[in-house]
C-alpha cells in the first residue's frame, strides 16, 4: 500500500508563484520515478513534469522555463515550483509516482489530486 500526500496548491494571481509538495510512504522497496500531471475542467490528464532517482527531468513544453521539478528521495518526496503562473495553468494537478516491490515489480500510483487555480 502507497501513500501520496500533496499539498501546496491554492488560488494565486496570474503571476503569481505557488510550490507543490507530494510525499510518498507505504510498502515498496523504491520509487524510481515521480511527477505531476494536470487535468483542466473539460480537458484529459496531461504530463508537466517528471523527475527520476538520478535526478532526470522531463517538462511538458508549455511550462518549461517556468515550472522546476525536485526531488528529496531520501524522503521520497517531489517538488514542483510553479512560477509565472497563468490562467491556463488552472488544473487539478495530481502527484503520479512508479513505485516498486518484490511482488509486483513496479506499477503507477496516483495522487488524489490538488486544485490550482490561477485569477485575478
Known amino acids: 500500500q502507497v501513500q501520496l ?5 491554492g488560488l494565486v494571481q496570474p503571476g503569481g508563484s505557488l510550490r507543490l509538495s507530494c510525499a510518498a510512504s507505504g510498502n ?3 520509487i524510481n520515478l515521480m511527477g505531476w500531471y ?17 535526478g532526470i527531468t522531463n ?3 508549455s511550462v518549461k522555463g517556468r515550472f522546476t521539478i525536485s526531488r528529496d528521495s531520501a524522503k521520497n518526496t ?3 515550483q510553479m512560477s509565472s503562473l497563468k490562467p491556463n495553468d488552472t488544473a487539478v494537478y495530481y502527484c ?6 518484490y511482488v509486483r515489480g513496479e ?10 487555480t490561477v485569477s485575478s
Open 5 to 9: 500526500v500533496e499539498s501546496g496548491g
Open 28 to 30: 515498496f522497496v523504491s
Open 38 to 54: 494536470r487535468q483542466a475542467p473539460g480537458k484529459g490528464r496531461e504530463l508537466v513534469a517528471t523527475i527520476t532517482r538520478s
Open 59 to 61: 517538462y511538458f513544453d
Open 78 to 80: 517531489v517538488y514542483l
Open 96 to 101: 503520479y509516482s512508479r513505485p516498486s516491490d
Open 107 to 116: 506499477y503507477t500510483y496516483w495522487g488524489q489530486g490538488t486544485q490550482v
